[in-house]
């Protein structure tokens, strides 16, 4: 290239400049999306949507606080009466997927693991809560973390409280 240019556009061939405009388009779509969420209150890290999303939501339903970043490592909210909780979330097709809840470890940090399954789109399909002494006893060590499995028979502890959807009124339909 015998010109100088400052757009970088002018660097890439004409068939890949369509789609670096498109992304361009979905990238600060993406970049004022993340400030208005961070606006609203539900960003609250560099983390992923997911993550933080999933406290926002859980401190909304339950009416939790959601405490300072500095804190985040050991709990993420606690409720009225001082007992923590840590959030967890997954991504999932329905509640019938199996999936893992990862810990860190499994120091006693915390008084609920809340687990939050959302859907592709970040839709709610459950919520449930459960104790730290449930979470250690069901759970197992990895090399790395410690992880609590959701699969069929989790699902069907009689300890695990299910927050969303309420199955109380799910049996009473």
Request: charge should be positive; hydrophobic fraction near 35%.
């Amino acid at each position: 290239m015998d010109f100088i240019s400052n757009n970088w556009l002018d660097y890439i061939s004409n068939s890949d400049r369509e789609k670096a405009e498109l992304a361009q388009y979905f990238i600060k779509c993406y970049v004022g999306a993340r400030q208005g969420l961070t606006k609203l209150g539900i960003l609250r890290t560099e983390r992923n949507l997911q993550g933080d999303y999933a406290v926002w939501l859980s401190a909304k339903i339950l009416g939790l606080e959601i405490v300072s970043i500095h804190l985040q490592k050991l709990y993420d909210a606690k409720d009225t009466q001082g007992k923590t909780y840590k959030i967890k979330s997954r991504l999932v097709k329905n509640l019938n997927q199996n999936t893992s809840f990862d810990l860190q470890n499994i120091d006693r940090s915390f008084d609920y693991l809340l687990c939050v399954f959302l859907s592709p789109s970040f839709d709610l399909l459950g919520m449930i809560r459960v104790t730290y002494e449930v979470v250690r006893e069901l759970g197992s060590q990895t090399k790395t973390t410690f992880r609590f499995r959701w699969n069929k028979q989790t699902s069907k502890d009689p300890r695990i409280e299910w927050i969303f959807p309420n199955t109380k009124t799910l049996e009473s339909k």
